[in-house]
């Protein structure tokens, strides 16, 4: 077996350990609240900004190409719902996870490799506290209350970006471009999109919280450590997001657009 494979497969045991470890001590030993509310208005309140202008820009760009596409073929009236549809089941989660990665995951691996490098863990087991209870439980009960509300607020800006520039600059009427917006979109929609990105954001914390743990070597090591956790988290992903589509749409389909 390649070397490379190995190191993939190893990596991917550890993770499910770190995981592991993560569930047995919340069930343990409980939830950290002071911990758990700073990480909150960390990754949930600290990303809000970055994450809407992401969703906002990313919405209106869909929408001119879409509209210009579509008017060509004189169906400019689907631009309202294939936008909702692809900022609600892609563009919306995969976006919003990869800023907070290369916010919040960068941050994370960052602090723990510091904590690594200069002893501060060795210390909190000295004083009998687990690492994973202190550092990981915390990080993973924020970012499952942040995520969806940031995909959320992606989602939500990106269509108002798009109507905005669909009716003002286009001259779509209002009510038609909602009408067809809210007659295409499902719940099963907002619901796929809230999945991935709650799946997301499991990802992008074990990574980091894994890539700081593991990180040695001083300044050097912690720098590497958060480069690998802001790639790995970036293709995890990518990647998952491919399964995730091909699960949810089968499970959750969307509707069809009547053109």
């Given at each position: 077996?390649?070397?490379?494979?190995?190191?993939?497969?190893?990596?991917?045991?550890?993770l499910?350990?770190?995981?592991?470890?993560?569930v047995?001590s919340?069930l343990?030993?409980?939830?950290?609240?002071?911990?758990?509310?700073?990480?909150?208005?960390?990754?949930?309140?600290?990303?809000?900004?970055?994450?809407?202008?992401?969703?906002?820009?990313?919405?209106?760009?869909?929408?001119a190409?879409?509209?210009?596409?579509f008017?060509?073929l004189?169906?400019?009236?689907?631009?309202?719902?294939?936008?909702?549809?692809?900022?609600?089941?892609?563009?919306?989660?995969?976006?919003?996870?990869?800023?907070?990665?290369?916010?919040?995951?960068?941050?994370?691996?960052?602090?723990?490799?510091?904590?690594?490098?200069?002893?501060?863990?060795?210390?909190?087991?000295?004083?009998?506290v687990?690492?994973?209870?202190y550092?990981?439980?915390?990080?993973?009960?924020?970012?499952?209350?942040?995520?969806?509300?940031?995909?959320?607020?992606?989602?939500?800006?990106?269509?108002?970006?798009?109507?905005?520039?669909?009716?003002?600059?286009?001259?779509?009427?209002?009510?038609?471009?909602?009408?067809?917006?809210?007659?295409?979109?499902?719940t099963?929609?907002?619901?796929?999109?809230?999945?991935?990105?709650t799946?997301?954001?499991?990802?992008?914390?074990?990574?980091?919280?894994?890539?700081?743990?593991?990180a040695?070597?001083?300044?050097?090591?912690?720098?590497?450590?958060?480069?690998?956790?802001?790639?790995?988290?970036?293709?995890?992903?990518?990647?998952?997001?491919?399964?995730?589509?091909?699960?949810?749409?089968?499970?959750?389909?969307?509707?069809?657009?009547?053109?």
């Amino acid at each position: 077996m390649p070397h490379a494979i190995r190191r993939a497969i190893c990596h991917l045991g550890q993770l499910g350990l770190l995981a592991v470890e993560a569930v047995v001590s919340f069930l343990t030993a409980g939830v950290r609240p002071r911990q758990a509310c700073a990480q909150i208005v960390a990754i949930g309140i600290g990303s809000q900004l970055v994450v809407i202008v992401t969703g906002a820009f990313t919405g209106a760009v869909f929408a001119a190409q879409a509209y210009y596409k579509f008017n060509e073929l004189g169906l400019g009236s689907a631009t309202g719902p294939v936008v909702s549809i692809a900022m609600c089941r892609e563009l919306g989660p995969v976006l919003a996870a990869l800023m907070v990665a290369g916010r919040m995951g960068a941050a994370m691996a960052a602090e723990i490799g510091t904590m690594r490098v200069t002893r501060q863990i060795d210390a909190l087991r000295a004083f009998g506290v687990d690492p994973v209870d202190y550092l990981v439980v915390p990080r993973l009960l924020a970012i499952l209350v942040s995520m969806p509300v940031l995909v959320a607020e992606a989602i939500w800006f990106g269509m108002i970006a798009a109507e905005l520039l669909t009716v003002e600059v286009f001259g779509v009427p209002a009510p038609w471009f909602e009408g067809q917006l809210l007659a295409h979109t499902r719940t099963s929609d907002v619901v796929t999109g809230l999945l991935k990105g709650t799946v997301f954001g499991l990802l992008i914390v074990l990574i980091s919280c894994h890539r700081g743990l593991h990180a040695t070597d001083g300044a050097v090591g912690v720098g590497r450590a958060t480069t690998r956790a802001v790639v790995d988290s970036s293709l995890a992903i990518l990647i998952v997001n491919f399964f995730l589509s091909l699960l949810l749409n089968r499970w959750l389909p969307t509707s069809s657009i009547d053109l």
